[in-house]
């Protein structure tokens, strides 16, 4: 097993901020308040939620869930403002999450802030924050796009201003493993606090970028259900989950695993889409073996061709029998859960049958049945 160059990592759950940006996403309080319960059972380390200046609800959930019986520490997302600053903490957050953009994109179409603006109203609101006792985070949006020397002097400038992390953010989703990698590892030299991730999927990669992070020495990553967020999301919790426990499922034994899916089914739901049906560990088809070289090997020894053990997730694996890539390892195991004494011959001769009636048509695996069933009353 690879090692892991780390023992610990917390997760930023922003289903409720990142998420809520997600296309067709309306919670309503009690949604939010539902996904935060559940989130918190799950054992997720932080819940970052909407600001408070967003709307009304928003306010009114950050206010419900700073008073739920809850083990998560509760962040809220806001812009470098200190009256934003300021509500946040009256709602009783634990900690604030403040980003603004350093990319020239965002310095000219955005907030038309020049670095120093950007370091200067930056300090005095962490400073205002740590007399609160407020946990702060500052992250660069659109980091990857950003001139590297610029966003170094800010995250310098604001670890000796006392923040507890930075955050790097792949906005557009344009970063890779081995960039992530390189710029994480360069951070890691240039300040002392802890380092988050956020990364978005525009490219495919942003539970890997979100590893590779962890690797090199971030300490935070942020996640969403099923990845949801701005256009195609971010790193999904479940994927990162995964990842993670195929380098050493011990790092993820903190969270209680077999609520994964209840949680993504409720996600799904209220967002009202289906689970994808590749989507790790939950997805329909994550734990289906067909072919029969791959479902001799899995009956005879699981992981042969499973990275992760399903019954960890408190999901069942999926022998299929029913199509003519059938082995007769596998119809055996069938007849044997049927109950049925055949004999090596006749499972043979079963398993032609089944692939001869598959070539005809779609099969079921009432007709598997139908075919051990009749090789056990006309036997030979
Ligand atoms: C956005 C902002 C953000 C912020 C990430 C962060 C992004 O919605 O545009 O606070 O680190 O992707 O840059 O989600
Ligand atoms: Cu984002």
Same mark, same amino acid.
């Given at each position: 097993m690879q090692a892991a160059t780390f023992s610990n990592f917390n997760v930023i759950e922003s289903t409720l901020r990142e998420g809520e940006q997600f296309e067709?996403?309306?919670?309503?309080?009690?949604?939010?308040?539902?996904?935060?319960?559940?989130?918190?059972?799950?054992?997720?380390?932080?819940?970052?939620?909407?600001?408070?200046?967003?709307?009304?609800?928003?306010?009114?959930?950050?206010?419900?869930?700073?008073?739920?019986?809850?083990?998560?520490?509760?962040?809220?997302?806001?812009? +470098?403002?200190?009256?934003? %600053?300021?509500? *946040?903490?009256?709602?009783? @957050? /634990?900690?604030?999450?403040?980003? =603004? $953009?350093?990319?020239?994109?965002?310095?000219?179409?955005?907030?038309?802030?020049?670095?120093?603006?950007?370091?200067?109203?930056?300090?005095?609101?962490?400073?205002?924050?740590?007399?609160?006792?407020?946990?702060?985070?500052?992250?660069?949006?659109?980091?990857?796009?950003?001139?590297?020397?610029?966003?170094?002097?800010?995250?310098?400038?604001?670890?000796?201003?006392?923040?507890?992390?930075?955050?790097?953010?792949?906005?557009?989703?344009?970063?890779?493993?081995?960039?992530?990698?390189?710029?994480?590892?360069?951070?890691?030299?240039?300040?002392?606090?802890?380092?988050?991730?956020?990364?978005?999927?525009?490219?495919?990669?942003?539970? +890997?970028?979100?590893?590779? %992070?962890?690797? *090199?020495?971030?300490?935070? @990553? /942020?996640?969403?259900?099923?990845? =949801? $967020?701005?256009?195609?999301?971010?790193?999904?919790?479940?994927?990162?989950?995964?990842?993670?426990?195929?380098v050493d499922p011990q790092l993820v034994r903190k969270y209680d695993l077999p609520l994964l899916r209840e949680i993504e089914d409720l996600v799904a739901r209220r967002v009202g889409i289906d689970v994808p049906f590749n989507t790790p560990i939950t997805g329909r088809t994550a734990f289906h073996h067909k072919a029969g070289v791959h479902t001799n090997a899995v009956l005879q020894n699981p992981t042969s061709y499973e990275a992760i053990d399903p019954e960890d997730f408190g999901i069942a694996r999926n022998i299929d029998v029913a199509h003519r890539l059938v082995g007769w390892n596998a119809v055996r195991d069938r007849a044997a859960t049927l109950g049925m004494a055949l004999d090596e011959p006749e499972l043979r001769a079963a398993t032609r049958r089944i692939k001869a009636l598959a070539d005809e048509r779609r099969i079921t695996l009432a007709d598997v049945d139908q075919v051990l069933q009749d090789a056990v009353t006309e036997p030979g």
């Open positions: 067709g996403c309306h919670f309503s309080l009690d949604d939010k308040l539902e996904i935060a319960a559940a989130l918190d059972a799950f054992g997720v380390e932080y819940m970052e939620l909407t600001t408070p200046l967003a709307s009304p609800q928003s306010e009114a959930t950050l206010r419900a869930v700073a008073g739920m019986k809850r083990r998560f520490r509760l962040l809220t997302h806001i812009r +470098a403002r200190m009256d934003e %600053a300021r509500l *946040a903490v009256d709602c009783g @957050v /634990d900690g604030v999450d403040i980003y =603004i $953009g350093t990319s020239a994109y965002m310095r000219q179409f955005s907030h038309g802030r020049s670095l120093q603006e950007i370091i200067d109203s930056s300090s005095e609101i962490v400073a205002w924050l740590k007399d609160q006792d407020i946990e702060t985070r500052f992250s660069t949006e659109d980091t990857f796009r950003s001139n590297l020397a610029d966003v170094f002097t800010v995250y310098r400038a604001m670890d000796l201003a006392g923040v507890d992390r930075v955050g790097v953010a792949d906005t557009v989703g344009i970063a890779d493993p081995l960039r992530t990698h390189s710029l994480i590892s360069s951070l890691r030299q240039a300040v002392h606090c802890d380092i988050e991730f956020h990364g978005h999927d525009d490219s495919g990669c942003a539970v +890997a970028n979100a590893w590779c %992070a962890l690797q *090199a020495g971030a300490t935070h @990553v /942020d996640t969403t259900v099923l990845g =949801i $967020g701005e256009r195609n999301g971010i790193t999904a919790l479940g994927g990162l989950v995964a990842r993670i426990y195929t």
